[in-house]
């Protein structure tokens, strides 16, 4: 294996996503105690299984947290397959990053192993409306590779930050305020300084901007969230890498675009301008060409209804 050593992470390298349902996925390891199994930086497809986010693990003395459900719950059995392999140690946590089916649609696996699970309140409410509706785009999707799985919602959920005691690793919970989607929270190893963020840090893949995304409180989560000074981040999507890497590909990037569409405003020019603006300094990222236009139609539209 390569090893790559950025300032606080062990490994940061890009190891193809695996995508075969059921079959232990790779992980790769982040620090001492913490590995990901890094999701493909591409929008969810039968080919990968729904596996385009992290699934994270955080081995303690007294068990193991895992971050995120994934998209399926063979996915989930793959996972916990992988995790097996490198200890013998419980999982007895399942945190959600937020109510996004990629995040939490596997918790029907790891509620069948009596895990508990956990999310922020708004991601909770997020699966009890709209649960269903996302496990059936899912299962449109991934076909046969969406056996087993139903709407897990967690039986535990937390508000602004929760502590969690895995022996002597502490893993803290933290709610940074709205961004990419409702109920997204990171969480947080302040004996290692690691952070794995969840989706409000998007890395290598550019990030989409959806109607309840908000932007403009996602920038001043993203400044909360460096507050921490983490020494190492495991994004939402992408490798492990270091928040200036982070900043340039998520809190800029929003800046950039937000500064973008208000010259438009001022302008008094509509949507046009907006789907040409220039983004091509991002063009380098994965998803760019399914998400760049997009994102600038849904800001335009929001900013828009603001300036009313
Ligand atoms: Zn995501």
């Not at 079959?23 to 913490?34: A, G, I, R, S």
């Not at 992988?82 to 918790?107: S, Y």
């Not at 409410?125 to 046969?144: F, P, T, V, W």
Request: hydrophobic share 40%; aromatic share 8%.
């Amino acid at each position: 294996m390569k090893i790559v050593r950025t300032l606080g992470c062990i490994t940061a390298c890009l190891i193809g996503s695996s995508s075969v349902s059921g079959t232990p996925l790779k992980l790769t390891q982040v620090t001492d105690n913490v590995y990901s199994a890094i999701g493909a930086p591409a929008p969810p497809s039968y080919e990968n299984a729904g596996h385009n986010n992290n699934l994270s693990v955080v081995i303690g003395e007294m068990g193991v947290l895992v971050v995120n459900g994934g998209d399926n719950f063979l996915l989930a059995k793959g996972l916990h397959e992988a995790i097996r392999q490198i200890t013998d140690k419980k999982v007895v946590w399942v945190v959600n990053e937020n109510g996004q089916g990629h995040a939490f649609l596997g918790n029907s696996y790891w509620r069948d192993q009596g895990v508990k699970l956990i999310a922020h309140k708004n991601a909770v409410e997020e699966m009890r409306l709209h649960g269903d509706s996302i496990l059936k785009r899912m299962q449109n999707r991934n076909l046969e590779k969406a056996k087993g799985t139903y709407v897990a919602v967690p039986n535990h959920e937390f508000e602004d930050t929760m502590s969690i005691q895995l022996g002597n690793t502490l893993v803290e919970l933290r709610y940074f305020g709205p961004a990419h989607s409702p109920g997204d929270i990171s969480v947080w190893l302040p004996q290692t300084k690691v952070l794995i963020a969840g989706d409000i840090a998007f890395h290598q893949r550019l990030l989409a901007i959806f109607p309840d995304t908000n932007v403009e409180n996602w920038i001043s989560s993203f400044d909360k969230l460096a507050g921490l000074e983490p020494a190492c981040i495991v994004p939402g999507h992408g490798v492990p890498t270091d928040l200036e890497s982070i900043r340039l590909t998520t809190q800029a990037y929003l800046q950039f675009l937000t500064d973008a569409i208000l010259e438009i405003l001022d302008n008094d020019e509509g949507l046009t301008e907006a789907y040409a603006i220039d983004q091509s300094d991002y063009a380098h990222l994965n998803t760019f060409d399914e998400l760049a236009t997009k994102n600038a139609g849904r800001l335009f539209q929001t900013l828009e209804m603001e300036a009313f």
